[in-house]
């Protein structure tokens, strides 16, 4: 092999050196960033979801009937937005059937308690037992793996109730603003104050609590208002948030502070996103 003359050597040295050069400085693959763990949101009242985007994120509970629920839906189809469903679990018991077709559609389930009771009256097991045996229902109806967001009734949310929830691997997500369409026409609710609640909420983040029933089993405002406050929002630059991307990763829960041991009268919604160990 012959040797390399001295001109021949600066080249290869030149080439070389190009060569590490566009290595060392190319961009490396692009990875997906890491989901934030659902713990991020824990040891608060969530009312605006962290956003750097204009995205609402619309929630509706289900306590009541299931009047609203088809045409909710179907805008919610139509429109191709997301959107999630917070049950309690006797609604659940009450319409396996609507929840089945919420999962099935691709909806989140959230937890919104068994009973819908006032948690400040409720002691630490008491409390837990809302949590859990809403999970249960909500698991069986749904036959899908409930999102790890729980909104308390009435938005009485005690910061030692709070905890309670975070460590069973919950996350308190409640509202920005509430349309209050619950209220019905009887109580003087209408279409046009339900679009205007939600859109004068409208920023970053913000969480809009809907529902698919009333409580004076009247016409359901929020269905009535839905598109209304899609089209609104899209006019003024928002898309839509999808619950399931603030889920994150799972969750390993630390004891729980408020209940000592065995005083939980079932055991802890083990899941994909929710791993924990209560009051060890």
């Not at 989901?35 to 009312?47: A, M, Q, T, Y």
């Not at 837990?128 to 793996?145: N, P, Q, T």
């Not at 630059?237 to 889920?247: E, K, N, S």
Request: net charge positive.
């Amino acid at each position: 092999m012959r040797p390399l003359t001295g001109s021949s050597s600066v080249s290869f040295r030149a080439l070389l050196i190009t060569l590490l050069l566009a290595f060392a400085l190319a961009p490396l693959p692009s990875r997906a960033a890491a989901p934030s763990p659902v713990s991020d949101l824990f040891g608060k009242e969530v009312r605006l979801l962290p956003a750097e985007r204009p995205v609402v994120a619309l929630t509706f509970n289900a306590a009541w009937d299931e009047a609203g629920i088809g045409d909710v839906v179907g805008v919610l189809r139509r429109e191709g937005v997301p959107a999630a469903f917070f049950p309690t679990g006797e609604f659940a018991e009450r319409h396996p059937g609507a929840v089945r077709a919420l999962a099935a559609q691709g909806f989140g389930l959230g937890n919104h308690s068994y009973s819908h009771p006032h948690f400040e009256r409720l002691g630490p097991g008491e409390a837990a037992a809302e949590v859990l045996r809403a999970d249960r229902a909500i698991r069986r109806a749904g036959s899908a793996e409930p999102l790890p967001f729980f909104r308390f009734p009435y938005s009485e949310a005690p910061p030692k109730k709070i905890a309670l929830v975070n460590s069973m691997g919950f996350a308190d997500l409640e509202f920005t603003a509430d349309t209050k369409g619950y209220l019905g026409a009887s109580r003087g609710m209408t279409v046009d104050e339900a679009v205007r609640r939600a859109l004068d909420a409208l920023r970053p983040g913000a969480v809009i609590q809907m529902h698919v029933g009333s409580d004076d089993g009247g016409p359901v405002i929020d269905a009535l208002a839905l598109p209304r406050i899609v089209e609104g929002a899209r006019a003024r630059g928002y898309g839509f948030a999808d619950l399931r991307a603030y889920a994150g990763r799972a969750y390993a829960g630390k004891p729980c502070p408020f209940i000592r041991s065995g005083q939980l009268p079932h055991p802890a919604p083990y899941s994909a996103y929710s791993r924990v160990t209560l009051c060890a």
